[in-house]
């Protein structure tokens, strides 16, 4: 199975900031990369697919890079509205695994 | 709009089994694969598995292997997922999902969880 770690676990930011959510896979994955928002008591949402595509209806301040086996995850500037749990999760192979999630607050 | 609508919250005693739907709309059901995600509380998410289009092919997690069976209904748009066996570890949200694809330059098909289910809560409890 593709382990998938992400960092930092949690963080705290002031609204204006730029946040960088970074994701690794045990192995090569190329582009097969999916980034998820989760707010308290809802299921989660798709911000960005393939790496570095932005899902139709996701505001352009979020962005997502890289390929092989480090990603990033981009907020330009943090909104109010941001707040939340984000997952990595790579599509390459079966299973499907998840990153453990970065928790984001607001400052 | 494209929706997935699941069945309600569900107690069960450790050893029961439970059966969890899901009902589809708003897009073509027998073109898509369908996932089932789980979470437990105040955790991460956790794949359990997918059918296919046609129901007549799973993939499960490893995990679940021997106690979860995937099954859906096109007459009905409906996909479900049991769980038997269940112990207290196994409370948890459960989501189904949809499989949505594209394909990309080189031969890529890219594919993601888009959208998910409300969540089913399953308390297993004594």
């Known amino acids: 199975d593709i382990q998938m770690t992400q960092s930092p676990s949690s963080l705290s930011a002031a609204v204006g900031d730029r946040v960088t959510i970074t994701c690794r896979a045990s192995q090569s994955i190329t582009t097969y990369l999916n980034w998820y928002q989760q707010k308290p008591g809802t299921a989660p949402k798709v911000l960005i697919y393939?790496?570095?595509n932005l899902q139709s209806g996701v505001p352009s301040r979020f962005s997502g890079s890289g390929s092989g086996t480090d990603f990033t995850l981009t907020i330009s500037s943090l909104q109010p509205e941001d707040f939340g749990t984000y997952y990595c999760q790579q599509s390459y192979s079966t299973p499907r695994t998840f990153g453990p999630g970065t928790k984001v607050d607001i400052k | 709009q494209v929706q997935l609508v699941q069945s309600g919250a569900e107690v069960k005693k450790p050893g029961a089994s439970v059966k969890v739907s899901c009902k589809a709309s708003g897009f073509t059901f027998s073109s898509y694969y369908m996932h089932w995600v789980r979470q437990a509380p105040g955790q991460g998410l956790e794949w359990m598995g997918i059918?296919?289009?046609?129901?007549?092919?799973?993939s499960y997690a490893q995990k679940f292997q021997g106690r979860i069976t995937m099954a859906r209904d096109t007459s009905t748009s409906t996909v479900y997922m049991e769980l038997s066996s269940l112990r207290s570890e196994d409370t948890a949200v459960y989501y189904c999902a949809r499989a949505a694809r594209i394909s990309m330059s080189g031969g890529i098909i890219a594919d993601w969880f888009d959208p998910w289910g409300q969540g089913s809560l399953v308390t297993v409890s004594s």
């Open positions: 059918i296919n289009p046609t129901g007549d092919s799973t």
């Open positions: 393939a790496a570095s």
